[in-house]
């Protein structure tokens, strides 16, 4: 059974934006890579994948720098550079998932938004656009290619220029909490915000930017446990899970 566009009906997103941690590919409270965490993230993939939603990936480099953090940490480094540093260790990561995906047997594409030729293609849109209707899991690496911002902002600025249905935001723990549930055992988790209540309770979702982009051009945010394996195919079919960021009903 499909939609008039050849979607699967069951399918709640036709095209999403899966925003992932550098940390996500790192050993729970390390730093690096971790070959078995990329590898159960890119089956988890793999299999979303298979449930036929197109799927363009954002990773962030926070498992080997944050810019922010690290000119803070020595004086000598610009702080533009520093982040030009975080842009690159998002390269980093996305070979790494590039690879991983791969060796299941799922075509990917690796884009770019600075220049890195040798290893990844360029970000062009219309080009991102065409792999994901070929059915190509498209991997955005470094951001918008711009210092100063996040991946985050990254994933909601994609979500816009790519026309995605959701940013879906996978963590390690199951959706936005009143309170940091690992010190707080008695946080209460949400499960629908406005954007402007994740604002308003200063909710460490995402930053302000990637939230403000999101609510002004009604993108939703689905924040979700990556986890419990098969949640990021439950996320993409839609089986309620995590907080739902937006304005219609979860
Ligand atoms: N970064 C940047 N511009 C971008 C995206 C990322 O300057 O468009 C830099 C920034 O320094 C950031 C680092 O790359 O801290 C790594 O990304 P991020 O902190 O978003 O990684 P995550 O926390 O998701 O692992």
């Not at 078995?36 to 449930?51: P, T």
């Not at 962030?60 to 260790?89: C, V």
Request: hydrophobic share 45%; aromatic share 4%; proline share 3%.
């Amino acid at each position: 059974m499909t939609d008039p566009d050849g979607s699967p009906a069951s399918l709640r997103f036709r095209r999403v934006i899966l925003k992932l941690s550098g940390e996500s590919l790192a050993d729970s409270g390390q730093r690096g890579i971790s070959g078995e965490e990329v590898a159960g993230i890119a089956k988890q993939i793999m299999q979303a994948h298979a449930s036929g939603c197109q799927i363009a990936v954002v990773i962030g480099g926070g498992n080997i720098l944050r810019g922010a953090q690290f000119s803070g940490m020595h004086a000598m480094i610009h702080e533009a550079t520093a982040h030009y540093m975080g842009m690159m260790a998002t390269v980093i990561n996305s070979m790494a998932m590039q690879d991983a995906l791969e060796s299941l047997g799922c075509n990917t594409r690796v884009m770019s938004a600075i220049e890195v030729d040798t290893v990844a293609e360029p970000f062009i849109r219309r080009r991102a656009l065409r792999h994901l209707e070929k059915g190509r899991v498209v991997i955005l690496a470094a951001g918008i290619g711009r210092p100063f911002v996040t991946t985050d902002t990254a994933a909601a600025q994609r979500a816009l220029e790519l026309g995605a249905d959701a940013v879906l935001k996978a963590t390690r723990v199951d959706g936005v909490f009143s309170e940091d549930p690992e010190k707080n055992p008695h946080a209460v988790l949400y499960d629908s915000l406005t954007y402007n209540e994740v604002i308003e309770k200063n909710l460490r979702v995402m930053d302000a930017t990637a939230i403000a982009l999101c609510r002004e051009h009604q993108v939703p945010i689905l924040v979700f446990n990556f986890k419990h394996d098969g949640n990021i195919v439950r996320a993409v079919t839609g089986e309620g899970l995590g907080t739902w960021i937006g304005t219609r009903p979860h």
